[in-house]
């Protein structure tokens, strides 16, 4: 069916939806607990969208061409009945609807949400040895409880379980390796990404970033990789299959290989503002025309005037100036 934003060079394809701006971790390159300390000022239970709302909106974008929705966070497993949102989203005909999460609740939640609807998950995970992790995450639990996780999302049918591993230097690049190995040949897809300046509270340098090149060529010196194609036009992982079938991995390369150019993907914040790209310093706000009595195609033409103006491009533009701009929290829009 065609849609009116699919005249544009980048057509509408992908809703990041954060349901919540809370977590129960304190990842160092999103969350750091210097900032979100325990006065840190969430938002209020009023202030947030109601499921029934997020449900209208999705129907809204799904009318201009979003193919896929992914709940995002803060963490989104600690917004209660979650599950009751993923059966009203995964009512609307042909959305492809997933979730990012820590997996630290999904051992517990993995079968309830692919009851409601839900097809897949990513999971971060940025170490095996426990001492990183908990470091990296600000956590008291070891990461076999993530582990138990990701195995339970497998056996409920939520797969390929997609993984996440943030690479900052000096805290996890001796793990590359060793979580290489583990996820090999189990189906999973692990996918490395490169240590971003997203928001402006965790610190960002340069200094601080592996590489996607580094990292395929630390792989491949053990385990020989090729590059294969991408799934899908837009795909923000690049794509590596290990040449002895072992599976495949992926790597997210936002610092030093720009994917603006097919970027697809629009965010909608836990309050009800949209933002046209992870690293914006403003959104567009839908919750006041939302509650405000505003019709379904006065909003519909408000998203679509706010994506036909978009001009992101952050990551081909990226500049130590740049990197110190008043920019969004991942922790509040999710990733
Ligand atoms: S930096 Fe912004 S425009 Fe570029 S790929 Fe990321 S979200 Fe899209």
Redesign the pocket.
């Known amino acids: 069916m065609k849609h009116t934003l699919d005249r544009l060079r980048r057509p509408l394809r992908d809703l990041r939806i954060s349901v919540t701006d809370r977590c129960n971790f304190r990842c160092v390159y999103c969350m750091p607990k210097q900032v979100f300390g325990s006065d840190y000022q969430f938002l209020e239970r009023s202030e947030i969208l109601q499921f029934e709302e997020i449900t209208r909106l999705a129907r809204i974008f799904r009318g201009l061409g979003v193919e896929k929705i992914r709940l995002t966070g803060g963490e989104p497993l600690v917004r209660r009945n979650v599950e009751q949102l993923i059966a009203q989203l995964s009512a609307i005909p042909g959305l492809d609807l997933t979730l990012t999460t820590n997996g630290s609740l999904l051992e517990r939640k993995a079968a309830v949400l692919a009851g409601a609807g839900l097809k897949r998950v990513t999971v971060s995970l940025d170490a095996l040895e426990d001492a990183t992790f908990k470091r990296m995450n600000d956590v008291d639990f070891p990461v076999a409880k993530v582990l138990a996780g990701i195995d339970a999302a497998a056996a409920a049918g939520l797969v390929p379980v997609k993984v996440n591993m943030v690479v900052k230097r000096g805290m996890n690049e001796k793990d590359i390796l060793p979580m290489a190995r583990r996820f090999r040949g189990t189906g999973h897809i692990l996918r490395f990404i490169e240590y971003m300046d997203v928001g402006h509270t965790n610190g960002w340098r340069m200094d601080d970033v592996v590489t996607a090149r580094d990292i395929v060529e630390a792989i491949g010196r053990e385990f020989p990789l090729e590059p294969a194609d991408p799934n899908y036009a837009g795909e ?1 992982a690049q794509r590596w299959r290990y040449r002895d079938g072992g599976g495949e991995i992926g790597v997210i390369a ?1 610092v030093t290989q ?3 150019r ?2 697809t ?1 629009i ?1 909608l914040s836990t309050e009800g503002k949209l933002y ?5 310093t403003a959104g567009h706000d839908l919750r006041a025309p939302l509650r405000g009595g505003a019709d379904d195609a006065a909003l519909r033409d408000t998203v679509a005037g706010v994506w036909t103006a978009r001009a ?5 533009i990226r500049s130590s100036h740049t990197a110190r701009l008043e920019k969004i929290e991942m922790s509040y829009i999710g990733g």
């Not at 992101?312 to 081909?316: L, N, P, Q, V």
Request: with cysteine; net charge neutral; glycine share 0%.
């Open positions: 923000v936002s720009a994917f603006c097919d970027c993907r965010r046209t790209c992870l690293f914006a992101d491009r952050y990551s081909e």
